[in-house]
């Protein structure tokens, strides 16, 4: 929670796929949180899709088409889960035990 996380896709396309990333079956569109974008390096393309400052609304599939005029869509999805680390949301009191005694904390 918090940090950014990135989605890599590399792929080869005779002709160039066009490409769609979605969350939960839905299109993206580019905004300053999430967003992709795609490179071309001699025919090997590179498609990441960056989603910033991550937080629990943003478990989900995420999701990459891509198409090509001449072949089946290839799709490959990824779930997004995220952490947090445990946090004392009260103050705590200190307790004197004497070894053998019980204690319970609520």
């Known amino acids: 929670v918090g ?5 890599v896709a590399t792929y080869l396309g005779i002709p160039t796929p066009v490409v769609a990333w ?14 992709f974008e795609t490179v071309e390096n001699d025919g090997l393309y590179t498609s990441t899709l960056t989603v910033r400052s991550v937080d629990p609304s943003d478990e989900k599939i995420y999701s990459i088409i ?41």
């Open 66 to 106: 891509l198409t090509s005029s001449n072949k089946k869509p290839i799709l490959a999805t990824a779930t997004l889960t995220t952490t947090q680390a445990p946090e004392i949301v009260s103050d705590v009191t200190s307790v004197a035990v004497e070894e053998g005694e019980d204690i319970v904390l609520n």
């Open 3 to 7: 940090s950014d996380v990135t989605f």
């Open 22 to 35: 979605l969350v939960d079956g839905q299109p993206i569109v580019n905004s300053e949180r999430i967003f």
